[in-house]
């Protein structure tokens, strides 16, 4: 359950990354408010995973399943580039994550 949870924080940190990009400096009302709570659900659930995982390996998961996500999220609905460097970084970040899944915690 810690791992669904962390996946899911993960995932909400795409989110409110995404907000917060659309708040403008927070002059939008809609776009600030999404960022902030979703934001503080992802801080919750990485929070309640924590109980069950290493701080190290779940902290870095977070940050992993974020990056990718905010970084794939902004080549295709944002229309970032999409060059082969980019992608070959963002597949280590996904191999690292993996990584730290099957390695035992």
């Keep these: 359950m810690a791992w669904l949870l962390l996946i899911v924080a993960g995932l909400l940190e795409v989110v409110w990354a995404l907000a917060l990009k659309q708040t ?4 939008r009302l809609w776009p600030s408010l999404l ?12 929070s309640l995973a924590l109980r069950e995982l290493p701080v190290g390996t779940a902290y870095a998961v977070w940050v992993g399943v974020g990056a990718v996500g905010v970084t794939l999220a902004g080549i295709v609905a944002l229309g970032e580039s999409l060059s082969p460097a980019r992608l070959v970084f963002v597949a280590l970040i996904a191999v690292g994550i993996v990584g730290l899944k099957v390695s035992g915690t």
């Design 24 to 27: 403008e400096g927070f002059t």
């Design 35 to 46: 960022a902030c709570s979703t934001a503080l659900l992802s801080f919750v659930l990485l």
